[in-house]
Each structure stands twice: as C-alpha cells, then as structure tokens.
T-cell receptor, first 111, second 112 residues
Framework: AQRVTQPEKLLSVFKGAPVELKCNYSYSGSPELFWYVQYSRQRLQLLLRHISRESIKGFTADLNKGETSFHLKKPFAQEEDSAMYYCALNPSQGGSEKLVFGKGTKLTVNP | NAGVTQTPKFQVLKTGQSMTLQCAQDMNHEYMSWYRQDPGMGLRLIHYSVGAGITDQGEVPNGYNVSRSTTEDFPLRLLSAAPSQTSVYFC???????????FGSGTRLTVV
C-alpha cells in the first residue's frame, strides 16, 4: 500500500534561516510526488511537482529514490512561508489521479 | 475561469439529516476527487472520478455517495449525517496525471 510520512507535525524556524520539511514515501513503483501548501484558512495550492524540477517561491524538492524521500527545502525562510505543507504521492500504476497525502507539517517562521 | 467552486462554504446539520455538497469546475478536467481534512489526519480521499459516468471509492467512502453525470459537476451526498462526519471537505480536479490537482475553497461541515 502507498503511504506518505511527514515526520514533523510542527516546525518552527527564524526568518532567514534554512528550512527543510521532510517527506518519506512507501511505494514499490515509480511515483509522482507533489508538495501542496495551505495558508491559514485557504484552499490547498500546488507548490511543486517532482517531474518539473522547478523552484517555486524559493522552494525546491528533490526526489531521492534510494531513500524514498522528497524533502522540501528553502535556503532562507520568510514569514509569509508560514503555512501547512502537505506531501502527496500519485502511484504510477492505474489511470487515476488518486493522490495519497501525508498528515502535513505546520511551518511557523518567526520574525 | 472560476476554477473549482464549492458550495456551501459552511453548513450545520443535525444527526440523521442528509445533504449534498456541490462541486463544479470549468476547466474541462476529467479527474475529480473529494477529500476530507481532519486535524492530525491530513487529507483522506473519499471518492474520485476519472470522467463522466465513472466513479470509484477512496480511503473513507462509508456514509457518502457520489455521481458524475457531467464533466463539470461532482456532487458529494451525505446519506445520514453523523458527528464523525464533522470535517472540512475539499473538492479537487485535475487535467491529467502529473499535473497536480486544483482545489476548491472547501466546505466546513458540522454535524450536531
């Protein structure tokens, strides 16, 4: 069964410090992985897709198949980065967009 | 484009009542899903659809029904509301694999 684990429920850093939100997955095939962000009381927004290898709002994430990880990183955190972050996996088998989400990490960036 | 539109935004139900949460998208997306979001649980898939007339169960389907008569609409029906269904419900749609989902603004449901 597919599973996404975000080991930290809460993460607090100071403005300007580096931040890393961890995501580990369990899946035997080649998954598609995503990071979503949810600002306070707003809808979820797609932040990153591993297949596009892009950088959004200064965030990057690299898929490490050996460690089955997809950690989200930013070198210098900003206060506006405070939000809930969800890692999600889409299994490669099957034809549906059946996303499996982790339980989320709440990031707080302190001034 | 309005994107994904959910109505209502807030709803209070009494135990045993039924209701339908509406979801509509104007992006011609084939894939649509319903999730519930609970504290400490993340998002859990209730039902999903890969096109008009095709639906399937997700992780937590009990107590919910869906249908997909058109590409645009994907309503979620609560058959007999229970306090355990108190949650925030998100509808989402996607164009294709790998593109990621676009989410609606959510419906906050309280069952008393």
């Amino acid at each position: 069964a597919q599973r996404v684990t975000q080991p930290e429920k809460l993460l607090s850093v100071f403005k300007g410090a580096p931040v890393e939100l961890k995501c580990n997955y369990s899946y035997s095939g080649s998954p598609e992985l995503f990071w979503y962000v949810q600002y306070s009381r707003q809808r979820l927004q797609l932040l990153l897709r591993h297949i596009s290898r892009e950088s959004i709002k200064g965030f990057t994430a690299d898929l490490n198949k050996g460690e089955t990880s997809f950690h989200l990183k930013k070198p210098f955190a900003q206060e506006e980065d405070s939000a809930m972050y969800y890692c999600a996996l889409n299994p490669s088998q099957g034809g549906s967009e059946k996303l499996v989400f982790g339980k989320g990490t709440k990031l707080t960036v302190n001034p | 484009n309005a994107g994904v539109t959910q109505t209502p935004k807030f709803q209070v139900l009494k135990t045993g009542q039924s209701m339908t949460l509406q979801c509509a998208q104007d992006m011609n997306h084939e894939y649509m899903s319903w999730y519930r979001q609970d504290p400490g649980m993340g998002l859990r898939l209730i039902h999903y659809s890969v096109g008009a007339g095709i639906t399937d169960q997700g992780e937590v389907p009990n107590g919910y029904n869906v249908s997909r008569s058109t590409t645009e609409d994907f309503p979620l029906r609560l058959l007999s509301a229970a306090p355990s269904q108190t949650s925030v419900y998100f509808c989402a749609s996607s164009y294709s694999r790998g593109r990621g989902y676009t989410f609606g603004s959510g419906t906050r449901l309280t069952v008393v």
